[in-house]
Structures are given as C-alpha cells and as structure tokens.
C-alpha cells in the first residue's frame, strides 16, 4: 500500500513540474505582504493551439480564509490576452476550472504564460505559474454566421476568406456572431470597444438600415469583415401573397386553419426573378388579427392568394402543387416567436426558412438543416446510431443499452435538451450520467425543439410507467393524451418505491401506471383498489391534482406485487399502496 501511494505522489508531482515555470514569486503583486495561501496546482499538458481551453485542478488552503483567484493568460511580451476571476470562501478550495486561449488578431505562434493567484483575507497572496510553449494558430474549413434571429449561415472557404455561397437575405439592424460552431463553444467572433475581436460579448451588426441581401466576408487572421453589393427588395401587391394553413397558432381559439386568414397572410417581396414571401407571428390576444407574438408546435403548409397553388413537404422535397394535402406539410415541433420565409426563383420555391427564438430550421429539396447543422440520416449517441423517425425530418430515435453510472453523450451538444432528473444527472451541461437503472432504453431526440425523451423498457420491479391526459415532461412540452410513446417512467428509488416528476396543466386529468411497457402491446395496468387517495372511476384509473405546476409522483407499493402471465396483478402483502403527488 505504501508504495502505491508514493508511485502516485511521484507522478502527480512530475506532472505539475513539467508545466511549471519557476518565477512564482516575481508574479506577487507588491503590496501583497500578508501571510501566504497555500496553492498546489497542475495544468494538463498538451500542444495548445488558439481557442483551446487550459484546465488546472488542484489544492487551495489557508489557515484563516480564501478571498479569490485569478487566472491570468499572457503573450510571451507580458501582454494579457485573457483573464478569469473566481471568489472564494473557506480554508479550502478543490480548484478544477479552465481558460480559454483567445485567437488574436493576425496571430502567430508564441509561447504563453499562465498565471494564477491565490489571495487570502489577511493581504496574502501566492502564485503558481506554467508555460505553454508553442501555442499554434488553428486552421479553419466551415464558419459560421450565426444570427440574432436564429438563422445560421455557413460561411464557405475561399483561400483565407470565408464568404456566403450566394447573397442572403438580412432584416435590418440584425445582428450576430461569427463562429466555428453552431454556438459559443468554439473559436467565435463579436464585438469589443466597436472592434471585432474573438471571445467578445457583443454582436457584431450585419444588416443596414432596411431589409436587403449581400453577401458577407470575413477573414478570421485578419478579423477584416466585408459586405458586398446590397440590394433592396421591393414590396409585391398585397394581392400576390402567401396564407399559412395549418394547426400552427398560437391563439389557442384558431386550432386548424384551413382557410385564408388575414393574420396568417405572407407578404411578398421581389428583385429581378427573385421573390420571397414573410410571415411573423403577430401579437395581440384577438383570435382575428394575433396569437400574443408565437406560434404553436405543430405543422404548416401555404395556399397562394386567391389561386389554388400550394406549397407543400412530402418529407424529402418541397411539392408545388395546385391541390391541397394536409398529409404534406412542414414540421414545426417548438413554439415559439418565429418568422417564415419562402424563397422562390421564377416562380419555383427552393426553400422555406423557419426562424426566431434562437432557433433556425431551413427545408430545401433532399436536405433539411437545424440550427446550422444538416439533418443526416442518423446520428451518434453514446456509441450507438439513432435513426431518423419514421416520417419524421429531424427527430431520431433508437432502442440501446445504458449502464448505471455511465456518461450520456451525442453528436449534438446535451446542454439545450430537457433532462429527465428521475433518470439522469448533469442537466444543463453539454454530457450528463446516466443515474437510474442499467438496460435497455429507449432513446428520442427533435434536434430542433430540444425535446428528448428516454424511457427504461425493463417493467417491473425496476419501473412503472405513466400514461394519461393534462401532463407534460415540462411546462413547455405539448400536452401528452394517452400516448404510449410518451408514458413517463416512474423509476425505482428504493424498496418498492418510485418516482417520476411532470409539469400538470391543471385541467382534471386522469391517468393510469402500468406495469410493463405499452410496446410489448400488454396494458398491464396498477389496480387502483390497492390504494385509497387519487382512485378514478375505472378499476385501472388515478386522479392527479386540480392545480397546474410541477408534481413528483410517490408510489409504494409495500411489499411489491406479482404479475401474472394474463397480465393479472397482484399485491404480495396486506398493506396498502400509497400514492402522492408532491408539488414542487
């Protein structure tokens, strides 16, 4: 045991050694006279490159109390390129943090500096120091435009100049970010002091002072941003126009509009045999001319003005067609304050644009594209392939095995997907772990909403399962009624009790808990003569509570029961089942 413990002390110290600069001390500032923290730190080696991020863990300690850190990124010229500032509390602090490596402007390889300082409340203050030798200049293939409006548009290569592929169209005073991601999880450029500068807060403005298009450039050595020729687009007749049909409004007294509605008329616009036709969602609370600003999820299609001509998805390309079909009709599965578009060249569509809330969703023919990102066939995730839905142009799903303990991860960034808390940790960041049970899972993700759905299929003991009306995973979700592929799984927490938490839109709903999962085409359900709160007018029906807002369902069920091969349940003791509805 002793010598494990000394290989371990040995390397970790080998470890911090290789990246440590000795000149600690020169790096205190000078009125810093106080009794010194402790501070013990490693930084992961590796060959750096701009826009890489440098993690340091390790100790913090004093004997009274720790004030803050600081860490400070500088150029082999002692400039400062970066800085990071953390406040602390306590005589001990387990430091794992990071800084990432700004790309400066015409940049070069140079040999930076990391510095932290560790500052006590009795004016002590220690530094420890490591050297990255060699930081290299990254090359980049794609950038992105990403806008304030939720549109992302590729910038492709064209030797060191990134350009859009054709003229865009851009409202005015739009802003956004330039980026090597669909987000700010890369190397991305904004605005500092009116300057365009990497890892800066503000937007840069792209549109002028009226709707126009133009193509943009940009040049990320030289931060050089150019506009081309712009063109103003002129207002067609209001006769020649677009409505949207559909069960997309947001005014809950619209339903399915079927018919030509003033609200839901598409202006058009034109230059040379270009025409494009807009719509945004209108306020107001009157059900004739608003819906308070947002669509709804669900799907849309557009008549031409007065004429039978329609515009129509048949899930792989876009249909022109002079008869209506609601069966082809484009996917909107986020509310939201969104703007439509469709794009037409001599009079045939190439494409229609779903924008706004942060959000963007592009239909072309053979191709559909999420918020910057081409929706493939399938996608990544833990190892596994999601595929495509049926029907479906950009939500996938798949039946795998998950481990207890295991990290969760995809192709797509996790952080702005819902988290199901009864069966994972980690919600919000880009990975979570899986907490609940190991087996086999299955596993829904819309790429577009954010939506994600996970459900054990392993039954009893290890689950129950909820179905039912006026529920939802969250408050944001569209209502679930009685929907096998949306039970919500009430997860073993310990003996025979199980949790699971909904959002409850307070309309009286009812709801039953089965025993196994819909799928196997068994409906096994939880008599309710078992319990004596919540019990509904049918032998397998509960009640859940009249007020809307967030609940965890608590069932015990004592001392378990038995599942007949007839589907036949039984309890094992002679206590009864409890169940409660915690609001939360």
């Known amino acids: 045991m002793l010598k494990k413990l000394?290989?371990?002390?040995?390397?970790?110290?080998?470890?911090?050694?290789?990246?440590c600069s000795d000149n600690n001390e020169e790096n205190i500032s000078n009125d810093k006279t106080g009794p010194k923290p402790g501070i013990d730190l490693v930084m992961t080696p590796a060959d750096y490159k701009y826009g890489d991020k440098v993690s340091v863990t390790g100790l913090l300690t004093d004997d009274r109390n720790l004030e803050?850190?600081?860490?400070?990124?500088?150029?082999?010229?002692?400039d400062t390129l970066a800085t990071k500032y953390q406040m602390l509390l306590g005589q001990q602090f387990n430091m794992d943090d990071f800084i990432q490596i700004p790309l400066p402007k015409n940049a070069s390889a140079d040999d930076l500096r990391l510095v932290v300082k560790l500052d006590n409340t009795r004016n002590g203050e220690a530094v420890q120091t490591f050297d990255l030798p060699a930081v290299s200049v990254p090359t980049f293939e794609l950038l992105n435009l990403v806008l304030g409006n939720g549109n992302i548009i590729e910038l492709m290569k064209s030797g060191d100049v990134f350009t859009t592929p054709t003229e865009q169209v851009f409202p005015a005073g739009v802003k956004g970010l330039i980026s090597t991601?669909?987000?700010k999880n890369g190397i991305y450029w904004g605005t500092r002091n009116s300057e365009i500068a990497t890892m800066a807060r503000d937007s840069i403005t792209i549109g002028g002072d009226v709707e126009s298009s133009f193509t943009v450039s940009f040049n990320p050595r030289t931060f050089e941003l150019t506009f081309g020729e712009r063109h103003v687009w002129s207002p067609l007749p209001n006769t020649d126009c677009y409505y949207i049909l559909g069960t997309i409004s947001g005014h809950w007294q619209d339903g399915e509009i079927t018919t030509e509605r003033t609200k839901m008329r598409m202006a058009g616009f034109q230059s040379k045999s270009d025409t494009?036709?807009?719509?945004?969602?209108?306020?107001?609370?009157?059900?004739?001319?608003?819906?308070?600003?947002?669509?709804?999820?669900?799907?849309?299609?557009?008549?031409?003005?007065?004429?039978?001509?329609?515009?129509?998805?048949?899930?792989?390309?876009?249909?022109?067609s002079a008869t209506d079909d609601a069966s082809k009709s484009f996917p909107l599965t986020a509310a939201g304050a969104f703007t439509i578009k469709a794009n037409l060249t001599a009079g045939v569509c190439t494409g229609v644009e779903i924008s706004g809330s942060g959000k963007s969703l592009i239909f072309t023919n053979g191709k559909v594209t999420v918020n910057g990102t081409v929706a493939a066939p399938s996608i990544n995730f833990c190892g596994n392939k999601l595929n495509l839905k049926a029907g479906a142009s950009y939500i996938y799903e798949g039946t795998i095995t998950l481990k207890k303990g295991q990290k969760i991860y995809s192709d797509f960034d996790l952080s702005g997907f819902t988290c199901n808390l009864d069966l994972f940790?980690?919600?919000?960041?880009?990975?979570?772990?899986?907490?609940g049970n190991g087996g086999t899972y299955y596993v829904r993700m819309d790429?577009?909403?954010?939506?994600?759905?996970?459900?054990?299929l392993n039954g009893y003991p290890d689950v129950l399962y909820m179905d039912g009306w006026?529920?939802?995973?969250?408050?944001?979700?569209?209502?679930?009624?009685?929907?096998?592929?949306?039970?919500?799984?009430?997860?073993?927490?310990?003996g025979n009790r199980y949790e699971g938490t909904f959002y409850n839109f307070g309309w009286g709903g009812d709801v039953a808990f089965y025993v196994v999962h819909p799928s196997t085409g068994a409906s096994h359900r939880l008599p309710n003569t078992f319990f004596t709160k919540y019990v509904g007018g049918n032998a397998g029906g509960f009640l859940i509570p009249s007020s809307a807002g967030y609940y965890k369902v608590v069932i015990d069920l004592k001392d378990g029961i038995n599942v007949a091969a007839d589907g036949t349940v039984t309890a094992k003791g002679n206590d009864k089942f409890t169940i409660d509805y915690i609001a939360q």
């Not at 000394?6 to 990246?19: I, K, Q, R």
């Not at 940790?425 to 899986?434: A, Q």
């Not at 790429?447 to 054990?456: Q, T």
């Open 6 to 19: 000394y290989c371990l002390a040995l390397s970790v110290a080998m470890c911090g050694f290789a990246g």
């Open 68 to 78: 803050h850190y600081e860490m400070l990124l500088l150029n082999s010229r002692g």
């Open 181 to 183: 991601t669909t987000g």
């Open 276 to 320: 494009y036709y807009t719509w945004t969602a209108p306020e107001g609370d009157d059900p004739e001319v608003g819906m308070w600003g947002s669509t709804a999820a669900g799907t849309f299609r557009m008549k031409q003005g007065g004429q039978q001509g329609y515009i129509l998805w048949d899930g792989q390309k876009i249909v022109q």
């Open 425 to 435: 940790n980690g919600g919000g960041n880009s990975t979570w772990t899986l907490k």
């Open 447 to 456: 790429v577009f909403s954010g939506a994600f759905y996970a459900c054990p």
């Open 470 to 494: 006026s529920w939802a995973p969250t408050a944001t979700s569209t209502a679930v009624v009685w929907s096998a592929e949306n039970v919500l799984p009430i997860v073993r927490t310990n």
